[in-house]
């Protein structure tokens, strides 16, 4: 017999007070929009529900909503001082070589020229190297095949956060 309660972690996201909620989206993803949209449809029955409207939040944000939650991430070999997230989510870059670094360190700066935005991956589970190697092949693409990445991208590490989120709230 299976049960059909709500998982106690998302229980206890689904019952945050508004601003607490919000904040704790607003953790997740830097974007004010994509945590309205999340907060306007709570209560959710599932972690797939809530990843299910994660995703519709992502799919409907402006270049400018896009831009607010990619300045929320720092750049990969960079974070953010005091930050468990980047630090654990960019651990693939924590042994790497110096030189390894410096070659990011460039490979960003040239990024960031071309799009005027930081280079984003979901870097949880890749190397140095892999992260190295999208870098350089999605610095050749065009503007708009990159905002189509990047959106996926940022899909991607919503999802990771979101279920961190439910587990840390089960475990409070």
């Known amino acids: 017999m299976t049960s059909t309660s709500t998982p106690p972690g998302l229980a206890r996201f689904n019952a945050l007070e508004e601003h607490a909620a919000y904040a704790a989206l607003h953790e997740v993803c830097a974007s004010s929009a994509w945590a309205r949209r999340l907060l306007a449809h709570r209560p959710y029955a599932t972690t797939d529900d809530?990843?299910?409207?994660?995703?519709?939040a992502m799919a409907g944000l402006t270049s400018a909503d896009?831009?607010?939650?990619?300045?929320?991430?720092?750049?990969?070999?960079?974070?953010k001082p005091g930050d468990p997230t980047s630090s654990r989510e960019q651990r693939g870059m924590a042994g790497a070589s110096d030189r390894l670094r410096s070659e990011m360190l460039e490979l960003n700066l040239a990024y960031q020229e071309r799009f005027g935005h930081v280079f984003l991956i979901c870097a949880t589970g890749r190397t140095g190297e892999q992260m190295r190697d999208a870098v350089k092949e999605r610095i050749g693409n065009s503007p708009e095949q990159e905002r189509a990445i990047v959106r996926t991208e940022l899909g991607k590490i919503n999802r990771?956060?979101?279920a961190r989120l439910v587990e840390e709230e089960a475990r409070a």
């Open 50 to 56: 809530l990843f299910a409207a994660s995703d519709t």
């Open 66 to 79: 896009l831009a607010e939650a990619m300045a929320g991430h720092p750049p990969i070999g960079r974070p």
């Open 160 to 162: 990771i956060r979101l």
